[in-house]
């Protein structure tokens, strides 16, 4: 188990907790008792943590790297997943996974980015920055949701599109693009949740829809908050300060009206239970679908573009 630097209360905890089983196991003495108060008391002092937590610990939230991806939640919530690979031009990106796969009965189409659960995997899915074969892969994915008429969910989990000089040379710009004019048109019913990290033309390139989420402890913005303290104060000891000013949070973009809803997370984060984190998400996303296939596809279009269209303000002058 793995702790961030604001769960060092519990991680002192659980290291006591550990050597009291430890100690009662070789004197034969019952701390069953004993062992009780200090999980109620990790329990309380996780309880109390979370719920004055700042905008950084968020983020480092959404880092963990005990938190479910993509394909861990396909494994959940999801059977007969199958993926589909491939842009039909250069190549499969790794860092975007996507296929059909039966939700309770229905037939779905799942794109999502996937980082990688241990440092080689990390490196194959180029810690789930895609290039841009990844957005045309999904792109070609969601047309043939279209085509089919199936739904579409996206899972969003980037720290953004991948930078590097090849992707540029390959038209990153031009596949997000085409992707974010693309989806606001899409005729089926088109769900985006944001799972993790959330960041710029990578999280967009995959953030169309008619109803955008974000899990309680993941965020949303043009960049991350160690790059713009970089930009600002030619430094990265300014990354918390960021983060509090980028407004980056799910309560913060939910008051801003950019998403339309939070989905919370266990207590102690989507890390703690994956199972139970992904029971809730799957439950998010069959009651959307329901409500959205009530709304014909050219009155779910119209409104699509109206959402998009009104966000942010400015001034004339």
């Known amino acids: 188990m793995q702790f961030p630097d604001f769960e060092k209360p519990i991680a002192e905890l659980y290291e006591q907790l550990d050597k009291l089983k430890e100690n009662g196991d070789k004197s034969g003495v019952d701390v069953s008792a004993t ?31 005990d938190r479910p991806y993509t394909l861990a939640y396909l494994e959940r919530m999801v059977t007969n997943f199958v993926e589909m690979h491939g842009d039909r031009n250069v190549k499969d990106d790794k860092a975007m996974v996507g296929g059909f796969a039966d939700l309770d009965g229905e037939t779905v189409m799942f794109i999502g980015q996937q980082k990688g659960i241990n440092t080689k995997m990390r490196q194959v899915r180029n810690f789930g920055m895609a290039n841009p074969e990844g957005y045309r892969k999904a792109l070609r994915l969601m ?3 279209e085509k089919f008429n199936k739904p579409i969910v996206t899972l969003i989990d980037t720290p953004g599109a991948y930078p590097g000089l090849e992707a540029e040379e390959r038209g990153q710009g ?14 089926v019913p088109v769900i985006c949740i944001i799972i993790g990290e959330g960041a710029s033309g990578g999280a967009l390139g995959i953030g169309i829809g008619d109803r955008i989420f974000m899990l309680e402890n993941s965020w949303y913005t043009v960049i991350s908050p160690e790059n713009c303290s970089t930009i600002l104060w030619r430094s990265w000891n300014y990354k918390e300060k960021a983060a509090e000013e980028l407004r980056l949070t799910s309560e913060q973009m939910s008051n801003f009206g950019l998403v339309d809803g939070i989905i919370k997370e266990p207590l102690g984060g989507a890390h703690s239970n994956h199972d139970e984190m992904a029971d809730i998400l799957k439950k998010s996303i069959k009651a959307t679908l329901a409500e959205l296939k009530q709304i014909d596809p050219e009155t779910r279009i119209q409104q699509r573009i109206e959402k998009f269209s009104s966000m942010g303000f400015f001034e004339e002058r």
């Open 35 to 65: 062992v009780n108060e200090y999980e109620q008391k990790i329990a309380q002092t996780r309880k109390d943590i979370y719920a004055n937590l700042t905008a950084w610990q968020r983020v480092q939230l959404s880092r963990h790297p």
């Open 143 to 145: 047309k043939l949701a």
């Open 174 to 187: 031009e596949a997000i693009a085409r992707n974010l004019f693309e989806m606001v048109k899409l005729k």
